[in-house]
């Protein structure tokens, strides 16, 4: 009885947790980071400011779980990418590209969402460092299948995979790509990637 009781605080904690994450997300969307703050939430939800914070400690902890949120996607979207058909090299193109289409659309497009992206990413936290490391982690996986068929010379592929994502960073990181989509001096996103696929091979 106890844990059936347990169980449904639970859930209506996550429920509770879920909608307030849903109405911030939607009023940073609309309104921008630094516009919105926990009195609107709780205005737009119905709820006291006071029961905002049972949940939450302050609005940065609310940003901090709605990017958290934000770059799962992303990185479902890229673990599809690294796990599909194809040599190695092939997984590596399809990556870039869904990451920077990723990128543009969720990050660069929406100027709200790209104002409270570079926040985050300011603030150094720790939603998108752990979001980097898992990503090296799937591009290195690639790496390593590339070593194990001859596709790629014999590395380190930890090594490897850093250096795979410092040379596309200009496809990656939300404040370059905005720099360098407006110059007509920069690399292609296929020429990049091309260039960083050959490293590996030499």
Not at 129 to 148: F, M, N
Request: with cysteine; hydrophobic share 40%; aromatic share 8%.
């Amino acid at each position: 009885m106890l844990e059936t009781l347990d169980t449904t605080a639970d859930s209506a904690r996550q429920e509770n947790v879920t909608r307030i994450l849903d109405c911030a997300e939607r009023l940073f969307r609309h309104y921008g980071y630094g516009k919105t703050n926990v009195a609107d939430i709780a205005r737009e939800l119905g709820m006291s400011t006071a029961n905002i914070y049972r949940f939450f400690a302050s609005k940065v902890e609310i940003h901090q779980a709605v990017c958290g949120r934000m770059l799962e996607t992303c990185y479902r979207l890229t673990y599809e990418a690294c796990h599909g058909p194809g040599t190695a090299s092939e997984k590596l193109r399809r990556y870039v590209h869904t990451h920077y289409q990723w990128t543009l659309e969720t990050m660069i497009d929406q100027e709200k969402v790209h104002e409270m992206v570079i926040v985050a990413i300011e603030r150094d936290w720790h939603v998108i460092e752990k979001h980097i490391d898992s990503i090296h982690e799937l591009v290195a996986e690639v790496i390593r299948e590339g070593i194990a068929t001859g596709e790629f010379i014999d590395q380190d592929p930890v090594i490897a995979s850093r250096c795979f994502g410092a040379a596309i960073i200009s496809l990656s990181h939300p404040q370059i790509m905005a720099q360098c989509l407006a110059k007509k001096n920069r690399a292609t996103p296929d020429e990049l990637t091309e260039f960083a696929i050959r490293a590996l091979k030499k």
